[in-house]
């Protein structure tokens, strides 16, 4: 399929970021960054700021990005429960009220180094 009528893409970062979208929003956007640009050269970075004055795709974040912010949350709520433990030590508190602090540090572990399942082939 012909990205444009203008001007073909030359290298795969052109159009990454336009994967998604349906045919007709890429072409959109191809042909919005395309005119943007006059005669230069169109990189990926046109093609995305295309997209965002379109809007289009604008609610969508890439994998990476999410991975690392549930990743940060689970740390800091990981880090959370070890300062309240600290601080249920420190003020002698009773075996129960440790051992279930202890037993929600445990499970913020173990979905911090818990691994998606495998998919088969």
Not at 19 to 41: I, N, S, Y
Not at 80 to 97: F, M, V
Not at 109 to 119: K, V
């Given at each position: 399929?012909?990205?444009?009528?203008?001007?073909?893409?030359?290298?795969?970062?052109?159009?990454?970021?336009?994967?998604?979208?349906?045919?007709?929003?890429?072409?959109?956007?191809?042909?919005f960054?395309?005119?943007?640009?006059?005669?230069?050269?169109?990189?990926?970075?046109?093609?995305?700021?295309?997209?965002?004055?379109?809007?289009?795709?604008?609610?969508?974040?890439?994998?990476?990005?999410?991975?690392?912010?549930?990743?940060?949350a689970?740390?800091?709520?990981?880090?959370?429960?070890?300062?309240?433990?600290?601080?249920?030590?420190?003020?002698?508190?009773?075996?129960?009220?440790?051992?279930?602090?202890?037993?929600?540090?445990y499970?913020?572990?173990?979905?911090?180094?818990?691994?998606?399942?495998?998919?088969?082939?």
């Amino acid at each position: 399929m012909t990205i444009s009528h203008q001007r073909e893409p030359e290298r795969e970062t052109q159009v990454r970021s336009l994967v998604g979208l349906t045919p007709e929003q890429a072409l959109l956007a191809w042909d919005f960054a395309a005119e943007k640009d006059g005669k230069r050269e169109i990189t990926a970075r046109l093609v995305k700021r295309a997209m965002r004055e379109l809007q289009l795709g604008s609610n969508t974040q890439p994998a990476a990005q999410i991975h690392r912010a549930t990743k940060r949350a689970q740390r800091r709520a990981i880090d959370d429960d070890i300062g309240q433990l600290l601080t249920l030590l420190s003020q002698r508190a009773s075996h129960e009220t440790l051992t279930e602090k202890r037993e929600c540090l445990y499970r913020h572990i173990q979905d911090l180094f818990a691994r998606a399942p495998r998919r088969r082939a």
